[in-house]
């Protein structure tokens, strides 16, 4: 019975995002960050294609959601002024200040509040990163209900009208040199999962996402502080959550909780979400030291891998550090903020398409794509359009007055970006 309903939700949720209603999840609703019928403006200014403009009550790098007349928007603002920043040379150097944890709800149309909800109050716990912030985490929607993760200032399900339904406490985390908390929800059906990966004992959690109770936790032993989402997919006719993580990256049966697989890692400060299409997982993660990308064959995946032939191919350069790799018509994209180098590998073989440097400075947001267009954009608020394909064609270059670390949104002609200070809504107003 428990199956049935989450396949009936999921399925529902991906009717109404083929019917346009919607961006459910931070990587879209196909989960890879596709938008299968969008067809957003390639040029735009801030006097050109600009719909809306509307200032963000707070801050925070959580990518917005889009439901049906409404973006979804998590920030915190600062009540109280913090006690002084550590030193420079100390990238964690921000340190706690009283914060209002917000939900907000604005109207596509306007981005006018349609409502605002107060999640909680609190002084975190421990410090973060100087280019983290407070809310990171982004929601997620099954249509019915919205999912706010706010990590260790608490777990919260509002219906879609903001009323507030349940909230769930999961402790706090310690996070490696305080740098601050950054991993999604994720949601199946009926199940939300949560990973909690920190420098104590990690775990990943399910949640009855109904009620809030926990329906199973499991420990990850050896993992410590990691930032990335889990994944949910359905292979073999089993659905499984996927969790990379440093030490090792797991699979596990989403009813119980049993770890069906698991693979070696991809060492300190894994981030990127884990991607998956037609039995094949692709991981990345692109700590100086130690860059990783690995395709891995899920069929009959079972036990420890490391042992088997499912490691279909690896690479060991230029691979993404805090953004996510696009998988789109056939081709994996991503990013090295480092070297302002954008790769795309083939995803069947992992032969090299490209790999050129575009001019792009620092990139947290990961790349997006609709109709045949891959779209990413920086901190300093320039965005690239580029024709998907072999060879790099760049369509367009673009410049806002806000710096953008949430990743692009695309639903139908809309194109929404989440910056530091404002939200904007980019369409063809006249082009």
């Known amino acids: 019975m428990r199956l049935a309903l989450a396949l009936t939700l999921v399925a529902q949720a991906a009717v109404g995002a083929e019917?346009?209603?919607?961006?459910?999840?931070?990587?879209?609703?196909?989960?890879?960050?596709?938008?299968?019928?969008?067809?957003?403006?390639?040029?735009?200014?801030?006097?050109?294609?600009?719909?809306?403009?509307?200032?963000?009550?707070?801050?925070?790098?959580?990518?917005?959601i889009v439901w049906g007349d409404r973006i979804y928007v998590?920030?915190?603002r600062a009540l109280d002024a913090a006690p002084g920043a550590r030193p420079a040379a100390d990238r964690s150097g921000v340190k706690p200040a009283k914060q209002r944890y917000l939900v907000t709800a604005y109207d596509r149309k306007d981005g006018s509040v349609e409502w605002q909800r107060v999640a909680v109050e609190r002084v975190p716990h421990e410090g973060r990163h100087e280019e983290s912030g407070w809310a990171t985490a982004s929601p997620v929607t099954d249509g019915e209900r919205l999912y706010a993760h706010f990590g260790s200032a608490g777990t919260f399900a509002y219906t879609l009208a903001g009323e507030l339904v349940w909230?769930?406490?999961l402790g706090d985390m310690t996070t490696r040199l305080g740098y601050g908390e950054g991993s999604s929800p994720a949601l199946w059906g009926d199940t939300l999962v949560v990973n909690w990966?920190?420098?104590?004992?990690?775990?990943?959690?399910?949640?009855?996402?109904?009620?809030?109770?926990?329906?199973?936790?499991?420990?990850?032993?050896?993992?410590l502080t990691s930032w990335s989402t889990p994944l949910v997919r359905e292979h073999d006719g089993r659905?499984?959550?996927?969790?990379?993580?440093?030490?090792?990256?797991?699979?596990?049966?989403?009813?119980?909780?049993?770890?069906?697989?698991?693979?070696?890692?991809?060492?300190?400060?894994?981030?990127?979400?884990?991607?998956?299409?037609?039995?094949i997982l692709y991981l990345a993660s692109g700590k100086r030291d130690s860059p990783r990308m690995l395709a891995v064959d899920l069929r009959g995946a079972r036990g420890d891998l490391d042992a088997s032939r499912a490691v279909r191919w690896t690479r060991d350069r230029d691979t993404p550090y805090v953004s996510t790799p696009l998988l789109y018509r056939g081709q994996l994209y991503f990013f090295k903020h480092v070297l302002s180098l954008l790769t795309s590998v083939d995803a069947a073989t992992g032969a090299l398409r490209f790999s050129e440097r575009v001019g792009l400075g620092n990139v947290f947001a990961s790349p997006v794509a609709a109709a045949g267009?891959?779209?990413?954009?920086?901190?300093?608020?320039?965005?690239?359009?580029?024709?998907?394909?072999?060879?790099?064609?760049?369509?367009?270059?673009?410049?806002?007055?806000?710096?953008?670390?949430?990743?692009?949104?695309?639903?139908?002609?809309?194109?929404?970006?989440r910056g530091r200070r404002f939200l904007y809504a980019l369409a063809r107003t006249g082009d």
Request: hydrophobic share 35%.
């Open 167 to 169: 909230k769930v406490d």
């Open 74 to 76: 998590l920030s915190a």
């Open 373 to 417: 267009r891959i779209y990413l954009v920086d901190r300093d608020g320039k965005a690239l359009v580029l024709a998907s394909g072999p060879t790099l064609s760049v369509l367009a270059e673009n410049q806002l007055d806000d710096g953008f670390d949430a990743s692009p949104v695309v639903v139908g002609s809309d194109l929404y970006l």
């Open 239 to 279: 659905v499984q959550v996927i969790v990379a993580g440093g030490g090792r990256t797991r699979g596990y049966d989403i009813r119980t909780g049993e770890e069906l697989w698991s693979l070696s890692g991809l060492g300190m400060n894994a981030i990127p979400t884990p991607t998956y299409d037609a039995g």
């Open 197 to 223: 990966d920190h420098e104590a004992d990690s775990f990943v959690v399910a949640l009855d996402a109904r009620t809030g109770a926990e329906r199973w936790r499991k420990p990850r032993p050896g993992e």
């Open 19 to 64: 019917r346009g209603e919607g961006w459910p999840w931070w990587r879209g609703p196909l989960g890879n960050g596709v938008s299968p019928d969008g067809d957003p403006p390639v040029r735009w200014t801030e006097k050109q294609n600009v719909r809306f403009k509307v200032a963000i009550d707070g801050d925070g790098l959580a990518t917005p």
